[in-house]
């Protein structure tokens, strides 16, 4: 199959068309529920004819006979328009799915595609590392320096009446509540004074001691996230970049899982360098990943036992368990790489031109949106049950 703009018009056709059909999803939950109730009508009317057989109320008897006949008519016509509308909704699934089965079939596609995605992990770990980074740096200022906490404190309470007053806003009218928006306008320009003022301050003190906290990632910290507050109603600073940072970490470690699991896919060389500074600070103590280090169903007696790593050598570990997943994986695919043809190599190159702008076609842009975030799901989930396996295991 050709990836040219012919083929991404067809698919885009046909995606638009799928796209309507799953609106019929909504028919297919209502005609499941109506089959549903209609069984158990069905049920009743069968129990009413049992017992009218049993009392020898022949009238009632065949009452409840139409009826019985007449539920199971009504849950014939249902379920025949419930397979259609399946069939209909399948059917374009299936033709949307054809064109990247087809694709896949071409030798070097799913090579380009894994390219893509090693890209798009390391920029997202590189963002989450810096994440955490931010975070931690901002929380260790706050817990050391009172003032800049109130600052922090200050720059949230600013933003969280700022978000009520723009939801205040939505519903009015620019010419009919004119007074009104003047007000909030003149509440809001207030606000962002404050908030700025705060800002300022705390950016100034960073700015002195040479701490690398970046202006516009305290910004969107402090407009994105939502800050806890305790039962008086007061921001808990302390807590709230505490459960930011957990779940930073969290994604770091699942960038780093996803990447494992797209082939050939490595860590980029600053990435791989800001995870090294990591072990040399001996960051995260509490984070451990004792279940990602072994894997019970694959170990053997006549294995040597698994290194053990201190408490700050998180990513000595959890590297440990990576290397031990990509070894597994070899083993089971060396008997094919034996049996590849000695041309791979060459097909691979001239490929690799073939798909170099492939990105630009809403197919391969669709696919690799859905790949990527399976991939990164999958890989979320299991670091949430590793971790939820090894606080079980130190209770």
Not at 311 to 331: D, I, P, S, T
Request: contains cysteine; negative net charge; proline residues 3%.
């Amino acid at each position: 199959m050709e990836l040219n703009e012919q083929l991404d018009q067809n698919y885009n056709k046909d995606k638009k068309a799928y796209q309507k059909t799953q609106r019929l999803s909504q028919n297919v939950k209502d005609l499941e529920q109506q089959l549903k109730m209609l069984k158990r009508e069905w049920e009743d009317a069968r129990i009413k004819q049992i017992r009218a057989k049993e009392d020898g109320d022949a009238s009632l008897e065949k009452e409840a006979q139409a009826e019985v006949e007449a539920k199971v008519n009504e849950a014939k016509k249902v379920q025949t328009k419930l397979d259609t509308i399946k069939e209909v909704i399948e059917r374009n699934k299936s033709k949307v799915d054809g064109y990247i089965e087809e694709l896949k079939k071409e030798p070097g596609f799913e090579e380009h595609v894994n390219s893509i995605l090693e890209k798009r992990y390391n920029r997202q770990l590189a963002k989450a590392l810096k994440e955490e980074q931010q975070v931690n740096t901002i929380l260790d200022l706050c817990q050391k320096h009172p003032t800049l906490a109130n600052n922090l404190r200050g720059m949230v309470r600013a933003q969280e009446e700022l978000d009520k007053l723009n939801k205040e806003i939505e519903p009015l009218d620019p010419e009919k509540d004119k007074d009104k928006l003047d007000e909030i306008q003149s509440k809001i320009d207030e606000l962002v004074g404050k908030k700025n003022s705060n800002m300022d301050m705390f950016m100034s003190y960073c700015v002195k001691k040479d701490v690398d906290i970046d202006r516009e990632f305290l910004e969107n910290l402090i407009s994105e996230k939502s800050f806890a507050h305790d039962k008086q109603g007061n921001i808990n600073i302390e807590k709230t970049l505490k459960n930011i940072s957990k779940g930073s970490r969290k994604k770091i470690l699942a960038y780093q899982v996803a990447l494992d699991r797209v082939p050939e896919a490595k860590i980029s060389k600053a990435n791989d360098e800001e995870l090294g500074k990591e072990d040399l600070e001996g960051t995260q103590p509490t984070i451990k990943l004792k279940s990602l280090t072994s894997d019970p169903m694959n170990e053997q007696k006549t294995e040597p036992p698994a290194p053990t790593f201190k408490w700050y050598e998180l990513r000595k570990r959890f590297k440990y368990w990576m290397e031990k997943r990509k070894a597994e994986k070899q083993a089971q695919t060396k008997q094919e790489e034996q049996e590849q043809d000695t041309e791979t190599s060459s097909t691979s190159t001239s490929t690799s031109e073939k798909f170099r702008n492939s990105y630009k076609y809403d197919v391969v842009r669709d696919y690799v949106d859905k790949k990527e975030e399976e991939i990164f799901k999958e890989s979320l989930k299991d670091v949430k049950q590793a971790l939820k396996d090894d606080s079980e295991q130190e209770k």
